[in-house]
Structures are given as C-alpha cells and as structure tokens.
DNA sequence: AATGAATGAGTCTTCATTCAT
DNA sequence: GATGAATGAAGACTCATTCAT
C-alpha cells in the first residue's frame, strides 16, 4: 500500500526544512565555500536529495535567505505596529534587532557569508535590496519622527540610518565569530540606543 | 644586454603592486570567489605571472592582508600615542578609524570579504587575530581610563568595545556595498562616538 | 529505490581496479609523463571519477606501487619458505623473479618508471626501502649460506648480491620495452643462475 | 672593440657544454621531471640562455643524448678493434662496458631517465635504435664466435644477448641509485662475465 | 651574447549536477 | 522518495618558450 498523500507531503516539508537546516549551519560556518556535499552530510542525506528539492545549490540558498527575510519582516512588523510614540517604536525596533542577533548570530551570519559572493541571482538580489528598503525606509521615518518630538538626536537622518545599519550587521558578525569559541560581551541594546536616544533627564 | 639590477628591482616593485592592488578590488568585489584569473586580467597581466611574485593564491592573499594590518598599525599607533586625555585619545582613535573605512571601504571590504573563509592559513589566522587583540587592548583600555575621568559613559566596557568593533566592522561593510552603486551617507565619527562619550555641558 | 549496500562495494571494487589497471598501463608507457586525464581515459571514465578512489594522483601511485610490492613479497615468501638447501631455494627465488619479470613486464616497468621521479611522497619511499632492503637481506643470506654449502661461486656476496639486483632490473624494463613491438628472446632464468652457481659436475 | 669571432666562438663552445653538463646532472636527478630553469640554474646562466643553443628543450635533450651515444660507440669500436681471440674481444668489451658503468653512472642515468618519456622526436628515437642496434649487432656477432672458438657458455645467442644487456641496464640504474647516499658494491665485470664465458681450468 | 620578466597552454583537483537503480 | 556513483566544467598552478632590454 503507497503512502498517503498527505503523509508524504508531510515527508517533503520535514526533510526540505532539515536540509535548510543544515544549509544554514554549513553557510555560517564556511560562507561561500560551503559545499552542497557537506550540506547533506550534515542534514544526514544523500548528496542527491537536496536537488529534489531546490532545483540547484543557487536555488537552495535563495530558499534559505528568503526565510531569514520573512522571520525578519514578521519581527519588524510587530515591533512596528504595536503602538506607542515614534521614540518608543524605534527603540522596540532597534532592540528587537539587536536581540535577534544576540539569540541567533548564526542566522545572520548565514545571511551575510552567503550574500559576499557576488554572483547572486537576480532575483534574490531583489528581494534582498527590496527587503532592506523597506527596512530603511521604517527606520528612516521613525527617525525623522523621533526628531520630530525630540526623542531621537539630531544630525543627519541618512547618516544616522546607516550608523545604525552598520552597527547591526556588525553585531551579526561578531556575535557568530565569537559564539564558537569565546563568551563575547554582546552588548545590551541600551548602549546602542544612546547613539541616537536624547537623554531623558529624570527631575 | 639585460636590464639593470635597479631596472629590474624596479619593475618587479611596480608589477607586483600592480598585482596587488587588482587582487584587493577583486576580492572586495567578489570576496572568497575570487580569482587568480580574474585578478590578473584586471591586474593587466597573464593568468601566470601572480605565481612569480606570490607562491600560491593564498600567499597572495595573506600578503594583501599583511599590507592593511601593517597600515592599520601605523595609523592606530600614531593616534594613540600623540598625547592628550583618554577622552581624546579615544576620541582621535575612533575617528581616525571611522575616517579610514570612510576613505578606502574598498580595503576593509577586502580584509572581511577574505577573512571569511574559515580555511585561512594558521600562520596569517595568527597574526590577524594577534592584530586584532592589540588593537582591542588597546581601545579596551582606553575606554575603562576614560570610565575613570568620566570622559566616557558607564557601563560594562566589554560590551562598549564589542559595540564600537561592530560599528567600525559594520562601516566596512556598508560602505563598500553602496560606493560603487548610490551614494552613502557615511555617518561622521560624532555620531559613532556619542555612543560612548558624556555629553559635554557648555554652560 | 537505492542499490543495495552490497552493489556499491562490489561496483566500487571494480571501479578502483580498473582505474589501478588502466593507472599501471599509462604508467608503464609513459613514466612520470602520465597524466590523470589519461588513466581515466583508458579506464574508460571520467577525468573526476579517480579522485573519488584516490585522493591524488600521488595516492593512486603510491596505491599502484603498494599493489606491486604486496604481490612481490607474496610470491618471495613462499619461495623462500618452501624448503631445501640453501642453493635450491636461491635457485628457485632468482627463477621466480626471472619468471615474474616475463610474465608482467608492464607490471615492473610501471614500478620502475615512477620510481624515476625523485620527489616520491615520503611514507611511499619508505616502503619502498624497506621492500627492497627486505628483500636484498634474504637474498644476501641465501648467497652467503649457498658460498658456506658450495653452491654458489665465490667471491664478495655484495657484489653478486648487485649483478642479481640489476640484472632483475635490466630485465624488468627490456621485457618492457619490446614486448609492445618485437618479440625478445627473454632470457631463461638459467642463463642468469649460471653467474650465481657453481657448475654442478654430473660424474 | 667587439669580440673577434674566434673569441665568440670559443664563448659559444663553452657555454654549451656548460649546460649540457648542467643538464646532464639534472636528468640523471630528476628524470622527466627535469625543468628548463634548473638546468639554467645549475648551468649558472639566465633561463633564456639555453635557448640561444638549443632551439627547444627536446633538442637539447636530443644533443645530450646523442653525446652519451657516440662516447659509447667510440669506446665500443675501440674495444672491438684492438684484436684477439673473439672471446678476448668479448670479455674486453663487457669489461669496458661494466666499467663505463661504475665510473660514471649518472651519465646512464640520465640516458635511461630521459628515455621513460614515450614522447621522443621520431629522429631520436631513431638515433638510439639504431645505436643500440648496432651494439646488439656486434654483441651478438662475438657471442656466436665466442660459441664457435668453445669460449663462450652455449645456449640460445638471442637470450645471452639479452641477459647481458639487462645487466648493463640495471647497472647503469644501481650504480646511480646508490652513488649519492651509500657506497655500494658495485660488481666487478668478472662476476658478469662468468654467465658467459666458459671456466677455464687451469691444470 | 645574455638576462629575466612575461606569456599561455596543459595538468591536477574540486564540486555542482545528473542518473541508473 | 532516496541513494551514491559518475560526469565535466572551472579554477589553481607549472613550466616551456618568447621578447624587450
């Protein structure tokens, strides 16, 4: 008797997500020179497997990259629509950021190793410059509006957008270079704020 | 008649500068992905010649990074040792080192773009991290002196200095990826620095 | 549905034998010219496929000339081993090797041929050495116990020990190097065993 | 002033020979392998010189060889020419031969180590042929003698041919092998001689 | 006559991808 | 759906050969 439909659908979904699993780890650990072999080795598969399910190497990275995309976005959003005064939800956004890449510097790490070759595809290329605009032109408004009510420094808003920009992708890299070996002291979202909090003077 | 000896020493002088300059913008452009062939032909020279001047591909690249470090130690040390509080020495460091990811991006991008090969051979593994721990030594120290005269804000000095290395990290980065497409608003080194300095009253 | 565990041993055992097959054949002909491309060509596979059996060429060398070394002692054991004076167990040594040599020339000339090259992996050379010096004890103990019984001619073991090397060698790569065009009047291995024993008198 | 021609001439001789010797000593240690550039160097000139004198590395390898071949022939004719019973002549050109052999092995080496290449010039190969050829022609012609005048051993002429040149062969390739690192014993012609000639019994 | 910097064809080796089972 | 043997294009590296000086 076949299996039933459903239950190889539900085959595929689990064994697609252990190999991107695996993709991510590989792609942290060895950036562009991960090697679809090594990724199905650690997913526990065949070297053939992975291309059942992505039709190339290039195809299973986009898949990969797309995720970490859409986490992102879900996780911006919330923090985004919850409320509150612009000062308020820039300071959720940016610690929501930088939590994210203190709890999972590997996936962050993934995203930029993967992103160095420059022989990406077109599309994700897209996606990926499409996903960072939107994610730049939030922070750029809420900054504006910071300045508005004076919650948020002033200067520059571009030149404050892309200190806060830099400061994160830093963060991703940092946190993954070290998780391995060495304790590193992430630091708390409070100190990256104060580039761009005016202080708050309690009476 | 053959060349000169000086004639000669000249030429190779010239050739493999030439060759090195070409395997930084490729490798700032293409990070692990790039190569020997790619590099030469930009250098304007045969896919053979880089192996006159540099044994192996990675003898090449360690020589590149060789080069930056050596740069980094000049400027960083000069900073440092040209007098002042610990407020301001920090400061001119900082600054001096935001100001050189704003001028050469292209030769950072180079350095991360590189290093993110997890195959780096042990000899020049070494040195960039023995590099590097200077130069976090140094900063480290700094920051907790400054801590003492209040020149710099409180907090845990680790985690001031993992901000600052991911900020000056992140610059590199983002600094490359939008030099040859948009135009950047590199953040000025005050914005980076309000970070960590106490705001100075004027009275 | 995959091959059973038992089909991929056996199509690997086979694979690895006809690429050494082909390996011997190419080295034979063509000594330390061999190229990989055409082992693999004569194998009848692809120019990638020996490097899933030997991590380098070196490897599937060294594997080549291990093969060899094994058959030889083999059959040197057991011409050793198998009784009689002194004299007939040289006689029988120095006929079988007379033998093994008319028989695979192209076995003892691929031996020969890579040994030319005098950067032989290190671990390789040492087994050589240690074959051969095995080997050219026993013989010598044979020469110097047949001189004690009077079966062998006198006169300094060594030297004899050295005309039988060579004259092995010599035939190793004249059996070769006809073979392919015109038939050689390949010598019996009495006409050699005459340098080595005395003339037995029938009364 | 320029040089006068005899002057040139005497220059040109010289230097040839110089990388001829060079190239000698690099073929007997590296076989195939040998490079352009080490001959240069070994020779002490630049790496284009060798190509003001021999048009490709073949030709210079042919030029090195055909020197080997007719230093031999020279020798060969003398021995044959100098008279005595054909059993005298025999014993006198095997001599000869064995001792060519211990005085300078490297010139063998290099002999056999560059013939391993299957890839010679059609006119070279010719050359050695038909060298070799002529020796045998002789050899041969002696050993018949040597059969008729009861001098030498009976048997098939074709194999004692063969026999003696293995052994001449081998060492050639003995004698070079061992030079470098170990005294070997390397054998008098007399131990060689006893596979042909008859005892002579001295009442 | 001599030099050595430069060239580029050829070789080893890796790895994404295919395919018979 | 899964396996892993096999393929072949691409990249690092060597070395015979050329050529400006």
Not at 60 to 80: N, V
Not at 130 to 147: A, F, K, N, S
């Amino acid at each position: 008797m076949p299996r039933t439909e459903a239950a190889n659908e539900q085959i595929r979904r689990e064994t697609a997500s252990r190999i991107l699993a695996s993709a991510r780890a590989v792609y942290a650990r060895k950036g562009g020179a991960a090697t679809v072999a090594e990724i199905a080795k650690e997913a526990g598969v065949s070297q053939g497997l992975p291309y059942r399910y992505f039709r190339t190497k290039q195809e299973l990275f986009r898949s990969l990259i797309q995720g970490i995309l859409h986490d992102q976005s879900e996780s911006t959003g919330w923090a985004q629509s919850s409320g509150g005064s612009p000062g308020e939800r820039f300071e959720r956004m940016v610690t929501n950021m930088v939590e994210l890449r203190r709890m999972s510097p590997e996936l962050f790490q993934a995203f930029h190793q993967g992103l160095d070759r420059r022989t990406l595809p077109a599309k994700l290329r897209q996606d990926i410059i499409q996903h960072g605009q939107r994610v730049r032109l939030t922070l750029r408004h809420l900054i504006e509006e910071g300045q508005a009510t004076g919650e948020i420094v002033e200067g520059n808003p571009d030149q404050l957008l892309v200190a806060l920009l830099a400061i994160l992708e830093g963060l991703s890299r940092i946190g993954w270079a070290h998780s391995a070996s060495e304790e590193v002291a992430f630091p708390e979202a409070k100190i990256v704020l104060r580039m761009f909090l005016r202080e708050r003077r309690t009476p």
